[in-house]
Every structure is written in C-alpha cells, then in structure tokens.
C-alpha cells in the first residue's frame, strides 16, 4: 500500500515569507508526528497527534510554527516570517496508534530552504 | 531527560567484514527502539524495531539487540556490502511519551 507521502518535496522561500507543509499519512493511522532535521541539531521531534488533537507540542521551536490535523488524516505545518535557521528537512510519520509498541514510517521530508 | 548517543560517529571498512554499531541511551524506561537507515537526501528507511519486552531481533543480514538495564542496543551486520553505506540512526520512545528520541547516527562507507 501506499507509504506517507509529503509535499512539496523541496521548498525555497524567502526570509519573512509563510511556507506550508503538508504530510498524507498512511490510511488508518490515528498517529502523526512531524520532526525537523538540520545539520546542527540531528534529528528532533516538534509535535504529534493523535486523531486531530495534539497532546504534545513540546518540540515546537517558537511560536512562528504551527500544526493541524484534518479528519485523523492529513496534517500541515505551519511556519510563518520563515528564518534562515528554520532551514531544514522536515519529516513527517505516521503509526496505527501513539501505543509505545508501534513503529513509526517516515515520509520522503520536505527540504525548506530560507534565502 | 532521555539522551541518545551513537558510537562510532563514522565507520569505514572494507566489503564482507562484519560490524557492529552501537546505541546508548540514559534512561531505561523506553517503550522500544527502532533501527533506521538514511541514505543521502532521502528519509528514513526502518529496518528494525525492538519492544521493550525482546532482547533481539532479526532481518536479513542484520540482527539488534537491546539491553534495557545497560541503556544499550547494538545493530550488527553481516558480511557488509557496498549498499549498506549509510547514515544508521537509533530512535528510542520513553515511557509517558510516544515521542522518538534519536541518536546522532553513525556514517557507514563500505568500500568495494
């Protein structure tokens, strides 16, 4: 079936401008989780849902960024008056459930570039 | 707070040997730890997750094995292959959380 699919792939935007991104899960997964990589900072969570509902955003690196989900499906992060420093590939991924037991599958990223 | 670390950072080594990369983690209280590859530009590939509950586990060529009480987790490879050369992370979730923590990875070449 089909994996999670993220888009757009690669995004260049200027310093200031609001970018969205969206993640598609893989259908029936009631878990998402978006994570940010960059060269200095390896791998880190920003914020998960269960269903449409976040009970973790602790990974949210101010209040420029911004998620939702939609109908337990498809999820957008949000970042607005970019900044060179939210260059970054960000990932997405999705689980059956948030029960510590289940493996998360990760999405393609999307490489955001800020000018 | 959960820290991961991965050791060695970089590894290279000739085709065929056998290896073992290394995951430490500070708090024992996970509810499992996943194997990941990243090849370059690309996302991540799993390849092995572990329950709290398992010692080890098994695919191919490669076998993990957790040691909740040490914070430790090893992945080994056998008979290595050019197409192995990869970024290998280790990802742990914490009980109270659902959460990956992850490692620093470890950049393996394998040289024909």
């Known amino acids: 079936g089909a994996g999670v699919s993220q888009s757009p792939s690669n995004k260049v935007t200027e310093k200031g401008k609001d970018v969205e991104l969206r993640c598609d899960p893989i259908?029936?997964?009631?878990?998402l989780y978006w994570y940010r990589q960059s060269l200095g900072q390896g791998l880190e969570f920003l914020i998960y849902f269960q269903g449409n509902s976040a009970p973790d955003k602790s990974g949210l690196p101010s209040d420029r960024f911004s998620a939702e989900r939609t109908g337990g499906s498809v999820s957008t992060l949000t970042i607005q008056r970019t900044q060179q420093e939210d260059s970054a590939v960000y990932l997405c991924?999705?689980?059956?459930?948030?029960?510590?037991?289940?493996?998360?599958?990760f999405g393609p990223g999307t490489r955001l570039t800020v000018t | 707070k959960q820290e991961v670390t991965q050791i060695p950072a970089a590894l290279s080594v000739p085709e065929g040997e056998n290896l073992v990369l290394n995951c430490s983690f500070t708090d024992s209280a996970i509810y499992n730890l996943q194997w990941f590859r990243q090849d370059p530009g690309k996302g991540l590939t799993s390849l092995l997750l572990?329950?709290?509950?398992?010692r080890e586990q098994t695919s191919g060529r490669l076998n993990a094995s957790l040691d909740k009480s040490s914070g430790r987790s090893t992945l080994y490879i056998a008979a290595s292959q050019p197409g192995d050369s990869a970024t290998y992370l280790c990802a742990v979730t914490t009980s109270g959380t659902y959460k990956y923590i992850f490692g620093t990875g470890t950049r393996l070449k394998v040289l024909a």
């Open positions: 259908s029936g997964h009631t878990a």
């Open positions: 572990i329950q709290s509950s398992q």
């Open positions: 991924a999705s689980s059956p459930w948030t029960g510590g037991g289940y493996e998360q599958y």
